[in-house]
């Protein structure tokens, strides 16, 4: 094909070269893995192998249904034993596996979309019921497939780029896990899961790339910048050197920030800042040690449930991973967020149901009291690992004062549950609320009278107000931090949370944003949790500060009437481009 250039959305930086695979979860997890081609006629045989396996399971399907189902049901498993001997399917499968050098479970895959399409389009009400039949048979196919000498991305030997439509969060951590170094997707955006996931994994990812997966590569080296936000397939050799050494450069420079590990976040003149860290896996733990991080100021216990989907973590694993985050986050608070599960995947993974719009839907503390059987055992898990330490639980999309009175109620009936049972446990946490919606914002003031410390979250309070869909590349542009009105919930939420006495924290991408840093501090905020791995550049910026013109830089922003005037603002005043090395900050 040739050297071949995509532009699209950096959402997590870096710079990578590998493989490309491609990638389909439309029905199941389906890999595009290249075969040698003296392993062809094998891989052959493997698909011929798992065919009588799927046989097997069908007629055992059958025997079982006796009895059970009407006689006329019984035509469905005739049909789809058939359509396991026709030609037309497995014959289609292996020409295809010996044109393209592809895995069985691909083949299967692209020659099931192939004949689903033909059958749509066909008049003929019989051949057009036989899309469910073919639906069944392939997925019995791809499931036989899995137990006879399966492919695993280990086997390609060498770095992998995933090439997708979209992935979930399950399926990013999975992957992530497998070797793969970079992502390139037709869709997403920087603050969605799957992004936080790969900034987590320090995998590099670009995103709005429409059209990626119907190209036709096999085994096609490709480029992945997610500083640029651009692809690009058989890159030249000079291309290729230029991208690893960006990458050893990037991993100098981290290790540059993070001998900064010992020294304080203070300001030049004296202004303390507590820099946490956000978890969402648990080996970023390690990695928030060795930054100096001033205790874990998120954990989205969530990523507990994505790493199991679709289970859901049991009470007792809850248990070890809350005490092992407040151990190491000692001597400073844990501050763990119960589930905000919902919106869109999840939504339909953790309620079984399709909703018009899950983003605007059952999510956060909403999901909690609507669903306690589910919520029922992290509340039970959090008092147990309270006995260990300082706890503070944070409860997300909060937007009435009934419902944290509503999650007190539930907090009451687990400790109730629990001193029954004579298991060790505390009512001694932080109680918390999120604000992440208007209308909690515009309602911080009463809301901090009911709690004990508030957060801002960012990524979500950004979207909500400017109705900007985090994960939609068409509008990503108009997602801006900078936006004048942000900036005055900010401020309001600041003084509402000190006119209370109630500590006050910002998470999300705004707090690991350098330059958005001195706005930040001059409108009141003093804690930050961030991304480890931005921490060290972010106590830089801290400490090449000074905090007392601050204020009124603040104050100069909140006058504009957009984001560009306030960036205009900000550069004019110099504070975006503080040396981010400068003379040391005073000792805390």
């Not at 770095?159 to 037709?186: N, Q």
């Not at 490709?222 to 050494?245: K, N, Q, S, Y």
């Amino acid at each position: 094909m040739g050297r071949r250039e995509l532009h699209g959305q950096g959402i997590s930086p870096g710079v990578s070269v590998g493989c490309a695979v491609f990638f389909d979860h439309a029905a199941d997890e389906i890999l595009r893995i290249p075969i040698p081609a003296d392993a062809v006629e094998a891989e052959i045989a493997r698909l011929r192998r798992a065919a009588e396996v799927a046989r097997s399971e069908l007629e055992t399907l059958r025997a079982d249904s006796r009895g059970h189902l009407p006689d006329e049901l019984h035509a469905i498993f005739d049909a789809q034993e058939l359509l396991l001997q026709d030609r037309a399917l497995l014959g289609r499968v292996e020409e295809r596996i010996r044109a393209r050098s592809i895995n069985a479970e691909w083949a299967v895959h692209r020659v099931e979309h192939d004949l689903r399409r033909q059958f749509e389009e066909l008049e003929v009400g019989h051949l057009r019921e036989r899309v469910d039949d073919l639906r069944d048979v392939a997925r019995l196919l791809r499931r036989a497939l899995g137990g006879v000498e399966a492919h695993d991305l280990s086997e390609l030997g060498r770095d992998v780029v995933l090439v997708a439509h979209d992935l979930t969060p399950s399926e990013a951590v999975r992957l992530g896990r497998k070797g793969v170094t970079a992502f390139a997707l037709e869709t997403g955006g920087p603050t969605s899961h799957t992004a936080i996931i790969a900034r987590s994994l320090h995998l590099p990812v670009v995103a709005g790339l429409t059209g990626v997966t119907g190209l036709s590569l096999t085994d096609t080296p490709v480029l992945v910048d997610g500083d640029r936000g651009v692809v690009v397939f058989e890159p030249t050799a000079e291309e290729a050197r230029d991208a690893l050494d960006r990458r050893l450069a990037g991993d100098l420079h981290v290790r540059e920030m993070a001998a900064t590990r010992t020294l304080p976040a203070v300001t030049r003149d004296g202004v303390a800042v507590h820099l946490m860290v956000n978890i969402d896996l648990l080996e970023e733990v390690e990695e928030a040690r060795e930054v100096g991080a001033a205790g874990i100021g998120l954990y989205r216990s969530e990523f507990l449930y994505i790493e199991k989907s679709p289970a859901l973590p049991t009470e007792d694993e809850q248990v070890e991973v809350y005490r092992m985050l407040i151990e190491a986050s000692a001597p400073y608070p844990a501050v763990i967020r119960t589930f905000d599960l919902g919106g869109r995947k999840l939504a339909r993974e953790v309620l079984d149901t399709q909703e018009e719009n899950p983003v605007l839907g059952l999510r956060g503390i909403r999901l909690t009291l609507a669903r306690p059987e589910i919520f029922r055992h992290q509340v039970r898990a959090l008092l147990r690992a309270a006995a260990t330490g300082e706890l503070w639980v944070m409860v997300p999309m909060v937007t009435a004062m009934e419902e944290l009175r509503a999650f007190r109620r539930v907090v009451d009936a687990a400790a109730a549950e629990l001193a029954a049972e004579g298991l060790e446990h505390s009512r001694d946490f932080a109680l918390g609320a999120m604000i992440e919606v208007p209308a909690a914002a515009l309602l911080a003031d009463r809301i901090a009278r009911e709690v004990d410390f508030l957060s801002i979250g960012s990524n979500d309070l950004i979207q909500y107000s400017l109705a900007v869909d985090r994960g939609n590349e068409h509008v990503a542009h108009l997602y801006q931090p900078f936006h004048p009105a942000i900036l005055r919930m900010v401020r309001f939420i600041a003084e509402s949370a000190a006119a209370a006495g109630v500590s006050l924290s910002l998470c999300g991408e705004m707090a690991g944003d350098p330059e958005i840093t001195p706005l930040l501090l001059g409108l009141g905020l003093r804690r930050l949790s961030v991304a480890p791995r931005i921490l060290p550049e972010i106590k830089a910026r801290v400490r090449a500060l000074e905090a007392a013109p601050l204020e009124s830089l603040a104050d100069e922003a909140l006058t504009a009437s957009s984001a560009e005037e306030v960036r205009e603002i900000l550069s004019r005043s110099g504070a975006a481009t503080t040396p981010l090395l400068t003379r040391p900050a005073p000792e805390a």
